[in-house]
């Protein structure tokens, strides 16, 4: 049986300045994908003004080029209606489409210009065929999937998945799983979820000044013809920060192996390495080859290499047309633009008969084919004239600065329906409840069960006295058949809620029969997100532990807040210790990574064997009791992953006396 014949993807390019944009054309982009001033989670590169966003996305579409705006950080109550202003926008400016990855954002944006397309930013933590699933139930159309992604998986979410794949093939990797990063923002008060990252990732940890974090930049420019073959719907270049210049080069090394169906060669490889590189590049989670091999830094000789590529002049390329004019007497005069299967008429004055010198088709043509500094150049005219007629040159510059705007005009798209938003105002009376969180049952100590009326434990350790299971992080597809296993063992012995963290994890969860809890994983942080949830079937989500207190009270209603543990700040595919003896530290819970201020982080194992970044602080209340209850904040949620069954018994006591924990302690902002 013959291989399933895909149509090629499109090649999806950074902008992160108007110059980038012209770049990104020259390089021969289909798409395109920029932000604007706001809530983009690159809010430091150049990113495009309402103004020039209007003007970027009539160039682009001059060159049948799309735009994609990046409206993918998450947003608190008070930034939706700003937020929703935005898309309102992007949308009157005639954005393709818009990259999102706040759920209650999204749902905003449906109610409000429901023809306006989605795609799910990889923020959302995409990364298996159930999510895509549900991403399409919640109007979306497509999922930009997990960058740690291996064939194997990406093979099955593209069988299984009914919206479109966007899949990263090129630039900067993170080492955390996207959506799932809080370092910056718990260590430094800069958070990624909000494009401040400060990526701590590129940091050295240890004594020796190591670098276990910070991986080279992914490229797949030597598996493009296994991508095409698996029916990927669009490639995407990472880069909004980047500079012109490696926009241009790794675009256009990109559309060549595209358009020729095949791998990079050597000399291409060397463009790719001198636009920007960290010590080469890697495909170790396409490859399953995720080890050391993986890691690099940005030297002194990869920014000479940058430094050497040739300057970009800007945009030479122009859109070829065809020209057809007719001028008869007492006929007004018209003039067609053809652009591919894109065709305008537009028409003007009568000619009049000539005095003196008539037109001749070559005036006409002249005239007629000054593109000066738009996007398009005439390949072919053809001019109907009657002989002994003139019309003047300004008439006839009129006509076709007329037939250039009316063909920039049927180049965009329809203009959207926009209906006014009702934001969601649902009241939901909290109830009071203790829950927690334990790394393994050892620390579930006997005043822990009288203390929390729901007690969780990871999928892969759950016994009783824990009456909640935990999923992973991430499940791809392949693990699809062990988690279901696992969670029908679960309930067998006596779970009843799961922690979910991730929208296409939701379906195991009402599979087993058990109640899905929203786990803080989820990224809430407006009420608006609350809502979403809880109309499929969430029950208390766990809100951001990003929040302040007054952002925590004004989501309010049926959900818990984080007033106690070490916050998870990555969740990483690699398990940076397998390849040295601590690795069997690691399964005990007793490996750390020490940053250069002598902060010692905890790193645990889980899922078979992905690490878990711990923060260096617990976060703590219990000294602040009077706050918890000024912000009406009654529904706790605890962490407990490296706490021994004392410290867990000395936590509840703090809490149940109000006292503090006598330690070094992080507080919820205020």
């Given amino acids: 049986m013959s291989e399933k014949k895909f149509q090629k993807p499109e090649l999806l390019c950074p902008a992160g300045s108007a110059l980038a944009?012209?770049?990104?054309?020259?390089?021969?982009?289909?798409?395109?994908?920029?932000?604007?001033?706001?809530?983009?989670?690159?809010?430091?590169?150049g990113n495009f003004t309402p103004d020039a966003l209007r003007e970027a996305i009539k160039k682009a579409h001059a060159y049948g080029v799309k735009i994609y705006l990046t409206l993918n950080t998450l947003v608190t109550d008070y930034e939706l209606p700003a937020f929703l202003e935005a898309a309102y926008q992007a949308a009157d400016a005639g954005a393709d489409a818009l990259i999102v990855a706040d759920t209650g954002g999204a749902a905003a944006i449906r109610r409000a210009i429901p023809g306006l397309e989605l795609h799910a930013s990889t923020q959302m933590s995409g990364h298996n065929s159930e999510m895509a699933k549900q991403l399409q139930k919640a109007g979306f159309s497509r999922m930009v999937a997990a960058r740690e992604i291996s064939e194997e998986n990406l093979k099955l979410l593209l069988q299984n998945s009914p919206i479109e794949t966007e899949l990263f093939v090129h630039g900067a990797l993170c080492v955390c799983h996207s959506g799932q990063c809080l370092f910056s923002s718990m260590v430094g008060g800069r958070s990624g979820n909000r494009g401040e990252c400060a990526q701590p990732c590129r940091l050295p940890y240890g004594k020796g000044g190591e670098y276990p974090l910070s991986l080279k930049d992914l490229s797949l420019a030597n598996h493009i013809p296994k991508l095409i073959s698996l029916g990927v719907s669009s490639l995407k270049i990472e880069g909004r920060m980047k500079?012109?210049?490696?926009?241009?080069?790794?675009?256009?090394?990109?559309?060549?192996?595209?358009?020729?169906?095949?791998?990079?060669?050597?000399?291409?490889?060397?463009?790719?390495?001198?636009?920007f590189s960290r010590q080469g590049?890697?495909?170790?989670?396409?490859?399953?080859?995720?080890?050391?091999?993986?890691?690099?830094?940005?030297?002194?000789?990869?920014?000479?290499?940058s430094r050497r590529v040739i300057s970009f002049a800007g945009l030479a390329k122009k859109v070829e047309l065809d020209l057809f004019a007719t001028l008869r007497e007492n006929q007004p005069a018209t003039l067609t633009l053809q652009k591919g299967e894109l065709s305008v008429t537009v028409s003007g004055d009568v000619p009049q008969t000539a005095k003196t010198a008539p037109l001749t088709k070559a005036d006409v043509e002249r005239s007629l084919s000054r593109m000066g500094g738009t996007p398009y150049q005439v390949a072919n005219a053809s001019i109907d004239l009657d002989d002994g007629v003139m019309l003047p040159v300004s008439r006839l510059n009129d006509l076709r600065r007329r037939a250039v705007e009316a063909l920039d005009l049927a180049a965009m798209p329809p203009k959207r329906e926009?209906?006014?938003?009702?934001?969601?105002?649902?009241?939901?009376?909290?109830?009071?409840?203790?829950?927690?969180?334990?790394?393994?049952?050892?620390?579930?100590?006997?005043?822990?069960?009288?203390?929390?009326?729901?007690i969780f434990l990871p999928l892969e350790s759950f016994a009783p006295p824990a009456n909640g299971v935990v999923l992973p992080a991430v499940i791809f597809d392949r693990d699809f058949p062990l988690v279901r296993k696992k969670l029908q063992a679960a309930k067998a012995a006596g779970a009843r809620w799961t922690l979910v963290g991730n929208l296409g994890h939701l379906a195991f969860a009402k599979e087993a029969g058990l109640i899905p809890v929203g786990d803080y994983r989820l990224n809430i942080t407006n009420r608006e997100s609350t809502a979403f949830y809880r109309s499929l079937g969430f029950e208390e989500p766990v809100l951001s532990p990003e929040l302040t207190l007054p952002q925590l009270r004004d989501i309010g209603g049926d959900a818990a807040t984080i007033v106690y543990g070490r916050i998870p700040l990555m969740t990483l595919e690699r398990c940076i210790f397998k390849e040295q003896d601590a690795c069997r530290k690691c399964a005990q819970g007793k490996q750390t990574l020490t940053d250069r201020t002598g902060a010692v982080f905890p790193v645990l194992r889980e899922w078979e064997h992905r690490n878990i970044l711990?923060?260096?602080?617990?976060?703590?209340?219990?000294?602040?009791?009077?706050?918890?209850?000024?912000?009406?904040?009654?529904?706790?949620?605890?962490?407990?992953?490296?706490?021994?069954?004392?410290?867990?018994?000395?936590?509840?006591?703090?809490?149940?006396?109000?006292?503090?924990?006598?330690?070094?302690?992080?507080?919820?902002g205020s």
């Fill in 21 to 45: 944009l012209d770049a990104a054309i020259e390089g021969g982009a289909d798409a395109v994908y920029l932000g604007g001033t706001a809530m983009n989670a690159r809010i430091h590169a």
């Fill in 243 to 275: 500079s012109p210049e490696y926009v241009r080069e790794v675009t256009a090394v990109f559309r060549r192996l595209l358009d020729e169906e095949r791998v990079a060669n050597a000399q291409e490889m060397q463009i790719l390495t001198n636009a």
């Fill in 281 to 305: 590049f890697t495909d170790g989670y396409f490859t399953g080859k995720i080890d050391s091999s993986m890691l690099g830094v940005r030297k002194e000789a990869d920014k000479e290499s």
């Fill in 418 to 454: 926009r209906l006014p938003v009702t934001w969601n105002t649902q009241k939901i009376k909290p109830v009071p409840r203790r829950t927690a969180r334990f790394y393994c049952p050892e620390q579930i100590t006997k005043q822990a069960e009288e203390y929390f009326e729901r």
């Fill in 614 to 668: 711990y923060n260096s602080l617990p976060t703590a209340m219990p000294d602040r009791l009077d706050q918890l209850g000024k912000y009406q904040i009654r529904s706790w949620h605890f962490l407990f992953s490296v706490e021994t069954p004392n410290e867990v018994d000395a936590v509840i006591n703090a809490y149940k006396k109000g006292v503090p924990l006598g330690k070094q302690v992080r507080r919820i």
